[in-house]
């Protein structure tokens, strides 16, 4: 259950990162609780203990964490995905002692940020079960977080929409403005798409019908962005479309709209509430 760009390059930026904002660097660098008050050479025992109800995310991310810091082994009894609930173990840690409460905080901390957010998309992915439009993902993530929060939605049952600004080119409504129009911004990404040999799609960002239009007699695009409208307006930018190209519902959605958007028959429904809005999961890692 691991998406291709959750690649061992990006993951050990990540966890070095995130390991030297805790521990600092330098002379006076290191986990000086541990440091001083537990033996070098004890050992120690610590299961993770769910406390709230909602989708498992992380547990992955957890054992290559610990692989990290010494000599500790992780026996995961429960898997990315699983719903869980209170007082469930999701996994076991035994080794050194100083070696897992160095990664104790680490791991709970994207673990309960994945794992609410995994929570959130799949109860946004149940609520359209039955349609044919499928949840993605968008780029509203915490900066420098971004690979484990779209690895969470894609745990929940989203699908990963683009990752970054290099894989499609989506025109939205600053490019539009600032290219002069929608008919100038599509046919300028259609020249450069070309003249650079991009595998990539276009997708474009539209207000109202009189845009819907104007983008399907540009032609050319992969995706029209039905952004902000009303669901009648919506519907009505679906028929017009006829299928002439896929059709994304965007702005501000909530989970509470999804079933009535959907049955207006989008391919995708993109949501940053995902990821903006999500609380985390209540873990906590408990030594026994």
Request: charged fraction near 20%; glycine fraction near 10%; proline fraction near 4%.
């Amino acid at each position: 259950m691991i998406p291709p760009y959750v690649t061992p390059h990006a993951l050990d930026r990540l966890i070095s990162t995130a390991f030297e904002e805790d521990l600092g660097t330098g002379p006076c660098s290191g986990d000086h609780s541990s440091l001083s008050a537990v033996p070098a050479d004890a050992k120690g025992k610590a299961r993770l203990l769910v406390k709230s109800e909602g989708i498992l995310a992380g547990v992955a991310l957890a054992q290559i964490i610990f692989s990290r810091v010494g000599d500790v082994q992780m026996t995961p009894l429960m898997q990315d995905g699983s719903a869980i609930r209170p007082g469930d173990i999701a996994f076991v840690v035994q080794g050194n002692a100083r070696a897992i409460l160095k990664a104790e905080r680490l791991v709970l901390n994207c673990m309960q940020r994945m794992s609410g957010i995994a929570t959130q998309t799949r109860r946004a992915v149940q609520m359209i079960k039955g349609y044919k439009a499928r949840i993605l993902d968008t780029r509203k993530t915490t900066p420098n977080f971004r690979i484990l929060e779209k690895w969470a939605t894609f745990i929940g049952g989203a699908t990963n929409h683009r990752f970054g600004l290099y894989d499609m080119i989506m025109l939205k409504d600053n490019h539009i403005d600032y290219a002069g129009g929608i008919t100038n911004a599509v046919k300028a990404a259609q020249a450069y798409r070309r003249e650079k040999g991009l595998p990539i799609k276009i997708e474009v960002e539209t207000r109202s019908l009189n845009e819907v239009e104007e983008v399907l007699q540009v032609g050319g695009v992969d995706v029209i962005m039905l952004d902000n409208m009303d669901v009648p307006t919506m519907q009505q930018a679906v028929q017009l479309i006829g299928g002439r190209c896929q059709t994304e519902a965007s702005g501000g959605i909530t989970l509470e709209e999804l079933p009535q958007i959907a049955a207006t028959g989008v391919d995708f429904i993109s949501m940053g509430a995902l990821t903006h809005s999500a609380k985390i999961l209540d873990l906590s890692l408990k030594a026994f």
